[in-house]
């Protein structure tokens, strides 16, 4: 667990060939972490969850640096350390490749994307539909008011056409009337002459 000091964290990770398996059984992942002169490894398969290496390294280093152990790391020998921090790895090591623990995190953080993605799809086309009845409704407003004007036209013709009518009785109402009382002050007045009366 020994390496370079260095004040800053560090990851890398790096891929691993599957032959020769010697190397690294059943691994294709190495993933390297780098802090306070110590470098944490963790190697995965290569279908393993990245994110999930990384975190499991940066939870070893917490739990390592957490008690005397990393006072001892500095001048510890080969292996001396694995009586006390193995049991922690190996439990850690099940815990992180249990398949519920990967997942949970990164599920809830898919469901919630999924759902606020559903919603926006949601208000997307709820907001094209909007558009799409503000299209008619555009439509529809235009055409009634085209209907105003036809119908304002049309109804100052109509006006116009029956005050003629009504002029034109009312003049020959007048021209009969004046007839008729022509006619009866001409018949009194003896001007014309009535069959009847010597």
């Not at 290569?46 to 999930?52: E, L």
């Not at 049309?154 to 008729?180: A, D, E």
Request: with cysteine; charged share 20%.
């Amino acid at each position: 667990m020994r390496g370079t000091p260095t004040s800053a964290l560090h990851w890398s990770q790096v891929l691993v060939p599957a032959s020769p398996p010697q190397s690294i059984p059943f691994s294709n992942i190495i993933n390297v972490l780098v802090e306070g002169g110590l470098t944490y490894i963790c190697a995965t398969a290569k279908d393993f969850s990245k994110v999930q290496g990384h975190k499991y390294l940066q939870y070893i280093k917490n739990r390592f640096n957490e008690g005397s152990l990393c006072f001892r790391a500095q001048s510890a020998g080969e292996l001396e350390l694995n009586r006390d921090f193995s049991p922690v790895m190996r439990q850690q090591m099940q815990l992180f490749s249990s398949p519920g623990h990967a997942d949970d995190h990164m599920s809830r953080l898919q469901g919630q994307v999924n759902e606020v993605k559903d919603i926006m799809t949601i208000n997307v086309e709820k907001t094209l539909q909007r558009g799409d009845r503000l299209e008619d409704l555009m439509e529809k407003s235009e055409n009634l008011s085209e209907n105003a004007v036809q119908f304002s036209r049309t109804s100052t013709r109509l006006k116009r056409k029956m005050w003629w009518k009504n002029t034109k009785m009312i003049i020959i109402l007048v021209v009969v009337v004046v007839v008729v009382i022509t006619m009866i002050v001409l018949m009194a007045t003896n001007v014309i002459p009535v069959k009847g009366s010597s």
